[in-house]
């Protein structure tokens, strides 16, 4: 099976920096990769699929990059609306989570 | 609008069963995959259960194969998951997706297996 291992797994940053995520694959998941974003109480919502796409009306300063086994969040100005727990997701062979990270407003 | 709503939640004793469902409007079920997620309180994300159009093919992880059964009944935009022989651990909140990757959701209803 594949692992899918999130880091850092907790993240406190300031109102407009630039904030990244990583996701990495314990094998190749040839870009089959997605972000959601969930705040407390409530269900996940889709940010970025297939590594680099934005999902419709997701905001801009999102972005997603990668290939291959390392794939990266990026959030170019943190607003204080993006605190949320962010989980990465493979869909090559089977859908599996990585464990998160939270991140919160310095 | 796409909406998905669970429902058939609620508390369970260990080694007894429990049916959820998952009305869907929207959009045109018979054409998407569907997947069961769960979510334990205060964890991660857990992929359950994903069946096909047609209802054919059905697929489950380790953790939950050949207890849990996921169906759909597509003339109703219903999916079903069928929960047997239930473990504390699997106590978590559930939620229907539109497979994959997972750009609608519903809110989610919580189970509770406990004595």
């Known amino acids: 099976d594949i692992q899918m291992t999130q880091s850092p797994s907790f993240l406190s940053a300031s109102v407009g920096d630039r904030v990244t995520l990583s996701c990495k694959a314990s094998?190749?998941?040839?870009?089959?990769l997605a972000w959601y974003q969930q705040k407390l109480g409530e269900a996940p919502k889709l940010l970025i699929y297939?590594?680099?796409s934005l999902q419709t009306g997701i905001p801009s300063r999102f972005s997603g990059s990668g290939s291959g086994t390392d794939y990266t969040l990026a959030i170019s100005s943190l607003q204080p609306e993006d605190v949320a727990t962010y989980f990465c997701?493979?869909?090559?062979?089977?859908?599996?989570f990585g464990s998160g990270t939270k991140l919160e407003i310095k | 609008e796409v909406q998905l709503v669970e429902s058939g939640g609620g508390l369970v004793q260990p080694g007894r069963s429990l049916k959820l469902s998952c009305a869907a409007s929207?959009?045109?079920?018979?054409?998407?995959?569907m997947a069961w997620v769960r979510q334990a309180p205060k964890k991660g994300l857990e992929w359950v259960a994903t069946?096909?159009?047609?209802?054919?093919?059905?697929y489950y992880p380790d953790s939950v194969k050949g207890r849990f059964t996921i169906s759909r009944d597509n003339a109703k935009s219903s999916l079903y998951l069928q929960m047997n022989s239930l473990k504390s651990e699997d106590t978590a909140t559930y939620y229907c997706?539109?497979?994959?990757?997972?750009?609608?959701w519903g809110q989610g209803t919580l189970v509770t297996v406990s004595s």
């Open positions: 094998q190749s998941i040839y870009n089959n």
């Open positions: 997706a539109r497979h994959v990757p997972f750009a609608y």
């Open positions: 069946i096909s159009t047609s209802g054919s093919r059905t």
């Open positions: 297939n590594t680099n």
């Open positions: 997701q493979k869909y090559y062979s089977g859908p599996t």
């Open positions: 929207g959009f045109t079920f018979s054409n998407y995959y």
